[in-house]
């Protein structure tokens, strides 16, 4: 059976719930970054303390993957990702109420707490939702969503700002999920309970060879290399993207002298690059797979695309006009992109799906745990230094890095099989 014999499309709309879900996700973080000159000058943070805010949001994120992918595989999806959008909004609201460095690292840290859980339950729904076969092009449309929230963000917080001031954007991006809740609690389902669902349509989603549903105890998932192999890349890429998210404001405030006003269509063209990243490098496995490439060999191969691409970000800090560092910035946010819609699907290609979220929450820590130490590190070269150009050399050769060590791992995409 192929797609167009699927027998319906309702999957897509599953699929369209989550690229609802992560555009406010991205919106709800990338509110700090767009006002963070503007903050700057007026609460007066230190570059130093500014990174100590980010590493707030990281830890929090990072010990709440811990616990997010576990339960979320406990629970199932529809109350666990109800939760926590719930615990995620109510904490960006909250940073309408912080005045000092502090309170805005308390309220990030909550932040990071609830925003933990989108990505474990997003790719958890996709393993539920989709045949292996179309869970990276499913996994690169929601994963655009990421992008089209930092894109919505710089398209209104700084006009909100101006007119009603920085506590109401902060407030703004938030209600966005009240609607996102009501519609996920009154249409979600499992596949096999969804009462919209054709008989054609779930023969095609569990296609796949039938899966034990038992869950997988830690202790015996961490004796499997493959559980290290996304880890480690993750550790090595994630820090860059944070980097892109909450400096690349301060980055055209610095090197350019972007105004709050003028900032909204540099970030715009950036993360638009960067959705057509995420779907094109979702889509180019399926396709190189469809012209007779092994799955393994067509992954990699659009990962090594991508890891090339972002290379010459490097040069970024060098570039004398704002629109050809914008154009660089732009190749290597979609290149991430790519290569992030490839290495979402990893859990799924080397687990069953009893284990993707708990394997996805490992994963999304170590990538959290490289972003504290960049972030941290950031903020302590950027005052010494005064330059980002050790950083963007850092952002350009992270990707051949994490490939490399990520093919040492799993050379051939191995799929685990585990014992109910």
């Known amino acids: 059976m192929n797609a167009n014999s699927a027998g319906g499309r309702l999957r897509w709309s599953i699929c369209a719930m989550l690229f609802y879900a992560t555009t406010v996700n991205y919106m709800d973080r990338q509110v700090l970054g767009i006002l963070s000159p503007t903050l700057q000058h007026s609460i007066g943070w230190t570059e130093v303390q500014y990174g100590y805010i980010i590493a707030a949001f990281q830890i929090a994120y990072a010990a709440g993957l811990l616990v997010a ?17 719930a615990v995620w909004s109510v904490a960006a609201a909250s940073h309408a109420l912080a005045r000092t460095p502090l309170g805005f690292g308390i309220a990030r840290f909550f932040l990071g707490l609830g925003e933990s859980g989108n990505f474990p339950a997003a790719l958890k729904t996709i393993a539920e939702w989709f045949p292996r076969k179309e869970r ?14 930092a894109i919505l963000a710089p398209l209104f917080i700084p006009f909100i700002t101006v007119r009603l001031g920085w506590p109401y954007a902060f407030l703004a991006t938030s209600a966005f999920s009240v609607v996102w809740l009501v519609i996920w609690l009154s249409f979600y389902r499992k596949p096999s309970e969804h009462p919209r669902l054709t008989p054609a349509e779930l023969a095609f989603i569990q296609s796949d060879p039938i899966e034990s549903t038992h869950p997988i105890p830690l202790g015996r998932l961490l004796r499997y290399r493959q559980l290290w192999a996304f880890p480690a890349a ?6 860059v993207w944070w980097f892109y998210l909450y400096w690349l404001p301060k980055f055209f405030d610095a090197r350019y002298h972007v105004s709050l006003l003028q900032l909204g269509l540099p970030l715009v063209i950036v993360y638009n690059a960067s959705a057509i990243g995420s779907i094109g490098g979702g889509w180019l496995p399926g396709m190189l797979h469809r012209h007779g490439f092994s799955m393994a060999k067509a992954r990699f191969s659009a990962m090594l695309l991508c890891a ?22 732009s190749v290597a946010a979609a290149a991430h992109q790519g290569f ?8 799924s290609d080397l687990f069953p799906k009893k284990a993707v979220a708990t394997v996805v929450g490992i994963g999304g820590t170590a990538g959290s745990v490289g972003g504290v130490l960049f972030s941290i590190a950031t903020g302590w070269i950027l005052q010494a230094t005064h330059s980002y150009a050790l950083l963007f050399s850092v952002a350009g050769g992270a990707y051949l890095l994490a490939l490399l060590i990520l093919f040492l791992i799993v050379p051939r995409l191995t799929r685990i099989e585990d014992p109910a």
């Open 69 to 85: 992918g576990r339960v979320i595989d406990r629970v199932g999806t529809r109350v666990g990702y109800a939760i926590v959008m």
């Open 136 to 149: 990276s092009l499913a996994a690169g449309i929601f994963n655009s969503g990421a992008n089209l929230g």
């Open 234 to 239: 993750k550790f090595l890429t994630d820090p």
């Open 308 to 329: 090339c691409l972002a290379v010459p970000v490097l040069f970024a800090n060098r570039l004398p006009s704002l629109w050809s560092a914008v154009a660089m910035l």
């Open 340 to 347: 992030s819609a490839n290495l979402f699907t990893i859990p």
